[in-house]
């Protein structure tokens, strides 16, 4: 493989739209062009891409997503720059994995597999679960944007929670308080709550709440306010304290409910991997550095699960992810492709 084989992957893979729920065309491509490179490409029952190379008893996962947000940016190579749906969140570094596993001297009795899940931005995340329970590998990478310098050892959590709320419907000029002053008043009390427990901590360990949606109904008898939003938790968050606490800013006054919980989780950075990335980097003439994000990935799925020395890494600059001027350096792409090349040749369990 070489490096316009590369970049024509990653064009290529970018120019296929392939937002949540609707990946097969993108992960068919996928199938084909790795199997070109001598791969052994299938799908699964997920619809994930999936593709290997090496022969063993030791499995070395490289854990991408091949989904993306939605809203389609046809790919334009400018400047030495890639802008196209994708191009950093995720299929820079998934291209990455199949670039670098096809290159690589995969060292005896060990087996790369390379997979592509399906449904990692939607609230499903369809695919880490379908190959949670599936593999038990001795190493992994999960594949977000890292920069080629960065090694991620750390998601937050992620739940949702809602308020629902209804009372007799009353004139605007009546002196009750409506229903939209009512959410709002718990909304905020809700961030003071966040702000006041946060107080003097680090970024990675603040609760942080997100409000999504707020809109009022009536139907002339009752007034209605649905309110939807979210909270990254930090390792250790109290969950049953924070749905006492929700529900006890509410006064009584309307439904609260929590959900789609994701847990925090964070790697040790004592490991053989996390040891052949470092090397690999500084061989570019790079310092790496450790990363801890507030977001969350499908490393907090089954990173868990599996209790394997795991890590994120990829191209691109994540405050990039989802923008509508998504676009990754190619020279950094090629370049993370070398540095992955070289680990997979390291003896990494």
Known sequence: MNDRWATALLRDLCAIYSPS???????????????EAGLKASTD????????????????VLLGHIDTVEGFI???????????????????????????TAQATIPEGVRVIVIGAVEEEAPSSKGAHYVC??????AAIIGE???????????????????????????????????????????????????????????????????????????GFTDRVDLYGSLRLPLGAPIDELRHRLTTLSNGWGTVSL?????????????????????????ESIEPSFKLKTGTSDMNIVGPAWQCPIVAYGP???????????????DEYLKAVRILTRVLGSRLP
């Open 21 to 35: 729920g609707n990946e097969s065309e993108a992960v068919s491509f996928l199938v084909s062009r790795a199997a």
């Open 45 to 60: 029952g997920a619809g994930n891409f999936v593709a290997e190379r090496g022969e063993g008893q030791t499995s070395i």
């Open 74 to 100: 046809p790919p334009t190579i400018t400047n030495g720059r890639l802008y196209a749906r994708g191009a950093v969140d995720a299929k820079g570094p998934l291209a990455t994995f199949v670039t670098a």
């Open 133 to 138: 329970g599936r593999y038990q590998p001795a």
């Open 145 to 219: 944007p890292s920069g080629i310098s960065g090694i991620t050892t750390g998601y937050k959590g992620r739940m949702s929670l809602s308020l629902v709320g209804q009372q007799s419907h009353a004139h605007s000029a009546a002196k009750s308080r409506s229903v939209a002053a009512r959410a709002a008043e718990w909304w905020t009390r809700l961030e003071e709550y966040c702000d006041h427990r946060n107080t003097n901590r680090p970024l990675f360990d603040c609760l942080d709440s997100h409000l999504t949606e707020f809109h009022t109904s009536t139907d």
């Open 259 to 283: 959900g789609d919980y994701i847990p925090p989780f964070r790697s040790d950075r004592k490991n053989r991997l996390v040891g052949a990335l470092i090397r690999s980097i500084r061989e």
């Open 316 to 330: 691109g600059d994540s405050q990039l992810d989802h923008a509508p001027d998504e676009h990754v350096a190619l």
